[in-house]
Structures are given as structure tokens and as C-alpha cells.
């Protein structure tokens, strides 16, 4: 996705040059899943794919919004008024980048119209963070127009609070400040209480290995539902023990706090899902801080155990990556995201890529899958201005 495809697209529809060009990328998660409401660690790095906006300010009012990637890209601009924005009165894909700008007047920032295109590499619905991509890229741009003087993590703040509160899709923080504050070449050690930050070098293919994702392509039923019950879970959790938030149960006094939890099976379960992976996401950290990069590989593997028998949210698609890509010589593999479908990750030897995928690819045509998109995720840099 070019910047100068986006720019032309945005003369095709408005008659003008935009005053600017900006990109966000989608994401994946290396571990930390399911922590960041939590207040725990994540640990995701930014996508080659990116979300591409050319954007102009306006200054009567009017927000003109147009995605290249809705029906085909014909459609004539949707046209808003910003002073008319309000929260769950928008069930279309323009509830995100009005979600913005209205998240962005809330907090007093004079946003006072603007015209919008964009189009997107990033695959919408795949657990790739296309949702936070498209907020990022319109805060980004609005930030740099306006000149609001607004830091990554704060947009990413208000990017949140628009998907939250404006789409009404109840997310974490983590998607946000991964697609706003990532750096090439790194994984982004991210402590979603404090959003205090450290950048974690991140370079496979220096030391002979790749990253794969693997796109199930499936999306279940009831995974929003699902979502909302594990969080519920999670806070009934840190309840029964006293806490503000299972952050605060320290990985050495797990077997004590689930001994307190009694017969709330569930919530043991839940509990114990998000104490040991923000242990795992410190045993990362320190495993690549220390240049032993090839043993994250069984971490990111027992993350997906947890995910699939203690938190319950894998499905058959995932499990058979995770799977065959284990048996085929991977150095370790995990669902990434929500849950319910959506991508898995892999971590393998350069050499073993070939046979890896193929042997995915098998595995998903015998048990009768539709055929997932394997791609290698390249650490990649976070939100910027183009032109
Ligand atoms: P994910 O973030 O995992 O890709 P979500 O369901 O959170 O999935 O967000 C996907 C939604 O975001 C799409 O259904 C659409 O409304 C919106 N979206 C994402 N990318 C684009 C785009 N390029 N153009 C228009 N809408 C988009
Ligand atoms: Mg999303």
C-alpha cells in the first residue's frame, strides 16, 4: 500500500491534494494474552502491514470519511458533523475513525472537521489489530494537523476509549500503544498498568529465524459474549482475593491464592491463565535480554496450553497449528489475539519454514479447514507520517 495510491485516491474523491499521508500497522502478540485487563505484562510487535491515510483538516464542522477497502472502494464519502458524534450511534466501520475524533473533543482537543481516506494492508478481522491500525493512523494524522502535542501512549489512550466507548467493543489497551509506540526491529515489553514501555531488539532473521503467522481464517460465534465472560471472570477473581487486579498476585504465592479461591473452579482456572503469563512474559524478556532467543520457543508453547485448557479460548483450527507446527520442528507456537479463531504464531529455524507450512497447509485440508494465509511477520516500525 503506497502513499502515493492513497494520496491520488484522496484527489479522486475531494479534489484536492491531502495535507499529509500517514501509516499505522497491525499487530501481533508474542505473549501476554488475555493480561492487559489485568494490568499485566504484553509483549507485541507491529506488523509490515499498515493502515494508509491521507488526510486534510476542515474547519466547518463537516468530518468527510472514506475507506478504499468498503464496498470496493465506490462508495461516495461519508460525511459527519462532528459536534453530532455520539457514542453506539454507529454500527459501521466509520464508528472507529469518528470514535477518534469524537474521543479526541471529549478531552478538549479542537478538532474541528476534517476530510479522510485510507486504505489498509492490514487484514480486518484476522486478530491483527485492523481496528486499532485505522484508529491509530486517524489520531496520528489529527495530532500532527492540529497540533494537539499529543505522546504515542496518549493517543493510544484516547484510541482505546474511542473503540470502548464509541464502537462499544470492550478491548485492552495493548492493540493502540503496539500499533502507536513499536519500533523496527523490536518487540514492545509493555506493562498495561502504568503504560510503562521498554523496547526489546527483536531481530530473528539475524540469527537464521522467522516468525510465522497463521490465519485460520475462522471467526467463531459468541467470541465477543466469550470475551466479556473471561473479563468478568478475571475481575470476580481479583474479588474473591482482594485485589485491584490479578496483576497483583505474584507468581510465587499462586498455589496459596488458588488454594483460597475454594470450589470456584472457573476462576481458578482464569486466575491461574493470567498469573503464569505475565510470568512468561518476564521469562521472555529476560530469555532475549539475554540472547537466548531460541528458548522462547517452549514458552510460547506453554501459553498456548494455558489458552486452550485454563482460559478456554482456543478452537480446533488453532490447536491444529499449534500442533503440527510442534511436530513438524517448530521451536514453538501459540494462538495469538482474542480467541475463538483468528491467528496463531510460529517460531522456527529459517530452514524448517518450507516444510512447516506445508505440513499446516495438509493438516488443514484433511480435517476439511478452509485453507489459512501463512505469512512471515516481520518486526516492523510503529505508527509514522509518510508525507
Ligand atoms: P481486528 O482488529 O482483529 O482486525 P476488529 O473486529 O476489532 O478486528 O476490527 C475490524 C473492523 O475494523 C472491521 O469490521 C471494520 O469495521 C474496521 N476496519 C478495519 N480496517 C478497515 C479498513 N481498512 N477500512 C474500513 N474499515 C476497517
Ligand atoms: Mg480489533
Redesign the pocket.
Known sequence: MGAQQVRDGFVGLYGAEPEGVWAAP?RVNLIGEHTDYNDGFVMPFALPHV?VAAVSRRTDGLLRLH????GGGTAAPVELRVDELAPESDR?????PAGVVWALREAGHAVTGADVH???T?????????????EVVVALALNDLFELGLRGWQLARLCQRA?NVYVG?P?GIM?QTASACCAEGHALFLDTRDLAQKQIPFDLAAEGMRLLVVDTRV?HAHSDGEYGKRRAGCEKGAALLGVDALRDVPYAELDAALGRLGDEEEVRRLVRHVVTEDERVERVVSLLESGDTRAIGPVLTEGHLSLRDDFRISCPELDLVVDTANASGALGARMT??GFG?SAIVLAEETDVPAITKAVEEAFATAGFTTPRVFEAVPSAGARRLT
Open positions: 497491525g493502515t475507506s478504499a477497502d468498503i459501521d466501520w466509520t464508528a472507529y485510507l486504505a489498509s492490514v487484514p480486518a478481522g484476522a486478530g491483527l489489530s485492523s481496528s486499532a491500525a485505522l473503540e467493543a478491548t492493540d471467526k489475539g482474542g483468528g
